[in-house]
């Protein structure tokens, strides 16, 4: 879809601009993405990780797309559960997150790696029982890796429908390999380097999945989340809507989301495909901008493949 001309899309632009920066206040984290000059970073201007991570719709769909997926495994669901101040702080919690993947990949080494510890340092005092009183950790490696393959796949997929951009072949192959170093930093192993591989994860880990209770009691909070902006419960149904339009066949199943959830789920990312021009209009200067502008790299680079750049 071609950008609307700015003359008639700048009060769109102008309210996106204030729901985004309403849900998303910048300034929060306390991450310098401006400092050290010349410093890439864990990922760095020629990754196509800057790329797909740039991409405003396609990273809250997919960050919601993920939560769905998440909510499947009930070792990991469990940490949430018992430790997460999920049912009355949600948007915290996106925050929070929201700020760990966008310092991970921005910010200069020395402040994405002290994230890393610092996370590293919260999941060492997760732990407990299932439902069922199976032990979980959050440190342990296979959750450490369902939790990123979720991630990683859900960002992919809304950064393919929501983008605009043509992704050339062995792109997903290449994000894939360069985004699971923050998980095996963590403590993450055999992480899926490629499409493939991510495909066969899925299939060996889906018979451990399940859709319970207590997911669907995480999927309630989730559906009926308070944004802190105007238009409130319109947007929210979009971009959750938008991000269940994500999911694999598979998951949509174990989800149990009827025919008529799957129209309504891809109405929302028919929506949010036609606004996604009007999100990048509203938001020249954010944080990818100031990680190109601290090595010296035009913004303009997180829309063209680092062979175009």
Same mark, same amino acid.
Do not use: K
């Given at each position: &879809? ?39 970073? =864990? ?13 405003f719709p396609? &990273? =809250? ?15 990991? =669901? ?6 997460? #101040? ?39 005092q997760v ?25 990683? @796949?859900?960002?992919? !997929?809304?950064?393919?429908?929501? /983008? ?10 290449? @994000? ?24 066969? @994860?899925?299939? !060996? ?8 209770? %207590? ?20 947007? %929210? ?7 269940? /339009? ?14 008529? !959830? %799957?129209? %309504?789920?891809? /109405? ?6 036609? &606004?996604?021009?009007?999100?990048? &209009? ?17 913004p303009d ?5 680092? #062979?175009?750049?």
């Open positions: &879809m071609d950008a609307p001309r700015p003359g008639l899309a700048t009060p769109l632009t102008a309210a996106l601009r204030s729901w985004v920066l309403g849900v998303f206040p910048r300034g929060q984290s306390g991450i310098d993405y401006d400092a050290p000059a010349g410093d890439p970073g =864990l990922f760095g201007p020629d990754s196509v990780t800057w790329r797909i991570h740039g991409d396609g &990273m =809250l769909a997919g960050g919601l797309c993920a939560l769905l997926l998440q909510a499947l495994h009930p070792r990991a =669901l469990a940490g949430v559960w018992d430790h997460s #101040d999920f049912r009355t702080d949600l948007v915290g919690r996106l925050r929070r997150t929201t700020a760990f993947v966008a310092g991970t990949t921005y910010a200069g080494t020395a402040h994405a790696q002290r994230l890393i510890a610092r996370v590293a340092a919260i999941h060492g732990r407990g029982t299932t439902a069922d009183g199976v032990p979980y950790a959050a440190d342990d490696p296979e959750l450490l890796t369902w939790v990123h393959v979720t991630e990683a @796949y859900a960002f992919l !997929q809304g950064f393919h429908a929501y /983008a605009g951009l043509r992704t050339p072949h062995g792109i997903d192959d290449r @994000y894939y390999d360069e985004s699971r170093r923050v998980a095996e930093a963590l403590g993450a192993r055999d992480v899926p380097a490629d499409r493939a591989a991510i495909a066969d @994860y899925f299939a !060996q880990v889906r018979p451990e999945l399940r859709f319970d209770a %207590r997911s669907r009691e995480v999927l309630a909070v989730l559906r009926g989340i308070r944004l802190p902006v105007p238009g409130a419960a319109l947007s %929210r149904e979009v971009f959750i809507g938008a991000g269940a /339009a994500l999911l694999p066949s598979w998951a949509e199943a174990l989800l149990e989301i009827t025919p008529l !959830q %799957r129209v %309504r789920h891809r /109405a929302c990312a028919r929506v949010l495909r036609g &606004m996604a021009p009007l999100f990048r &209009m509203a938001l020249p200067d954010g944080i990818a901008a100031r990680a190109c502008r601290r090595v010296g790299a035009s680079i997180v829309r063209r493949w680092p #062979d175009e750049a």
